[in-house]
């Protein structure tokens, strides 16, 4: 069963965010076409739910900005993961975001969560993934999130992690085919990424087996198989710096609705593997999300 509560984001950054999500005038966003800012990834960014993808959140073109606000629940058997976050879109170029996680370890330690705070950045470099189709190259974006972990010296670092924070740089390339096969609209993306993030950033940074950073490639595809209604998979490859627990890869498969043009609904089974003590975790996933 899929459980939801509220989640508290540290004041001052989501009053700032939010404060600009006001400042966007409701007639000066959301002219780019339905989807193109993907749906909220779980850290926070624009892309798909495991991964960032190139794409900047919201629906505002060169011209203007953009905005989306989401929660997501992911609750394996042993364990309960909530996000919320919030994303400004700048004139289709630049993406800042924060989102806020609170990982729920009550099967392990009796009353316990993990929470970290996650503030994010992106930039278009070059290309567009709708609009270029006479050209061979995605959009190429390249960005970084900073993970701060509020609990690191409670759990994380009794168990080999070596810091409470860090920052992840990635490179994402995002293609948008029209006309694709089966005469549908196809999205593909590719994600590299460098990090040192025990279950990312949950369990800390860094580990006993390593302490540097690992280059980890992040794939999505999807489809859209009606004009509102978008079906993908996903991998995610993850490093493994702790000898206390094995960390294995992410994937998905997932199925998202965009009732009308600023309202999505993404749902998705995920295969996390394992989690500290527990293998074989297997979870259902809801993200809501509003976007201009």
């Not at 992911?74 to 993961?81: G, I, K, N």
């Not at 800390?204 to 999505?220: Q, T």
């Not at 710096?241 to 294995?248: C, R």
């Not at 998905?252 to 309202?263: G, R």
Request: aromatic share 8%; net charge negative; with cysteine.
């Amino acid at each position: 069963m899929i459980r939801f509560r509220t989640l508290a984001f540290p004041t001052i950054s989501a009053v700032a965010l939010a404060a600009a999500l006001l400042a966007a005038p409701a007639a000066q966003a959301g002219s780019r076409l339905l989807a193109t800012g993907g749906v909220t990834q779980i850290e926070g960014s624009a892309g798909g739910g495991l991964a960032p993808w190139a794409l900047i959140s919201g629906l505002g073109s060169d011209r203007e900005l953009g905005a989306s606000a989401s929660c997501t629940r992911v609750e394996p058997q042993e364990f309960s993961l909530d996000t919320c976050a919030l994303s400004v879109g700048i004139r289709d170029r630049v993406e800042l975001s924060i989102g806020h996680q609170t990982f729920d370890v009550s099967s392990v330690i009796p009353d316990t969560d993990i929470s970290q705070t996650i503030v994010g950045v992106k930039v278009r470099l070059l290309g567009d993934a709708v609009y270029d189709q006479d050209r061979w190259y995605p959009q190429l974006s390249a960005g970084l999130q900073y993970k701060k972990n509020s609990d690191f010296g409670f759990v994380p670092a009794l168990i080999g992690a070596q810091h409470d924070s860090d920052v992840e740089p990635y490179l994402a390339a995002t293609k948008v085919y029209l006309a694709g096969p089966f005469s549908r609209t196809w999205l593909v993306n590719a994600t590299l990424r460098a990090t040192r993030a025990n279950q990312l950033g949950i369990l800390g940074f860094g580990g006993d087996r390593s302490d540097s950073r690992s280059l980890v490639a992040e794939l999505s595809t999807a489809m859209f198989v009606s004009d509102s209604v978008v079906v993908g998979a996903e991998y995610r490859q993850k490093p493994d710096k702790l000898s206390a627990f094995k960390e294995d890869d992410f994937s998905d498969v997932f199925v998202a609705w965009f009732p009308i043009k600023n309202v999505s609904v993404t749902a998705a089974y995920v295969d996390l593997g394992n989690i500290a003590i527990h293998d074989d975790q297997r979870a259902w996933y809801l993200s809501l999300q509003g976007g201009l």
